[in-house]
């Protein structure tokens, strides 16, 4: 799915939640400029999907006209389209990159990261035969994934797993370096992309 028919889905369903929302609002929700957002905004007015009100009259209002609650629904199935071949395709390549591993007996594994992405690890390395002996935490978050215990990267001993799955779909340059510079052998680290 294209990056301006996301952000077309995300701007109609803010809108059609019915609250105020401000230009500001949106652009941080959104993570872009001020001026991109009021773009977006004129754009999506342009082709009949929202209407813009005054009121009072230093105000705007945005509502959402029976052409965007369309367009809002063609979006929302092509997005779930979309994440479901995406879905198809990370369980694919996981598989792949796991398999030789686990024809060559490697059959412990950690995964970094606690996001969806890590769920799908999870179970792609379940469905291997691979034991998740623990779920590593970015962002310092303990307790515990599926039964695995969420621990700090300091603790993962690279010589207790067979490989390290970067459980991410953004760039993961940055995630190898730090699992490298803790010792984990390159070798070890798969991702999903």
């Known amino acids: 799915m294209e990056k301006t028919a996301q952000r077309d889905l995300e701007i109609l ?3 059609a939640k019915d609250e105020p929302v401000t230009q500001r609002s949106l652009a941080k929700r959104l993570g872009i400029a001020l001026g991109l957002a009021n773009l977006y905004l004129k754009r999506l007015a342009r082709k009949g999907y929202i209407k813009v009100t005054t009121t009072p009259p230093n105000r705007l209002r945005y509502l959402l006209t029976p052409k965007g609650i369309t367009e809002k629904t063609r979006l929302t199935y092509e997005f779930m389209e979309y994440s479901l071949r995406l879905y198809r395709d990370v369980r694919h390549v996981l598989r792949e990159a796991i398999r030789p591993l686990v024809q060559d007996g490697k059959r412990r594994g950690a995964i970094y990261g606690t996001s969806e992405a890590a769920e ?3 179970m792609t390395m379940r469905e291997a035969g691979v034991w998740v002996s623990a779920v590593i935490g970015e962002d310092g978050r303990q307790g515990s ?3 695995a215990p969420i621990r700090p990267l300091a603790e993962l001993k690279h010589e207790d797993v067979d490989m390290v799955i970067i459980a991410s779909f953004a760039d993961s340059d940055g995630a190898v370096n730090t699992l490298t510079a ?4 390159r070798d070890k680290i798969l991702m999903l992309r």
């Not at 803790?182 to 052998?185: E, H, I, Y």
């Open 13 to 15: 369903s803010t809108l």
């Open 120 to 122: 799908l690890a999870f």
């Open 145 to 147: 994934f599926f039964g």
């Open 182 to 185: 803790q010792g984990v052998p």
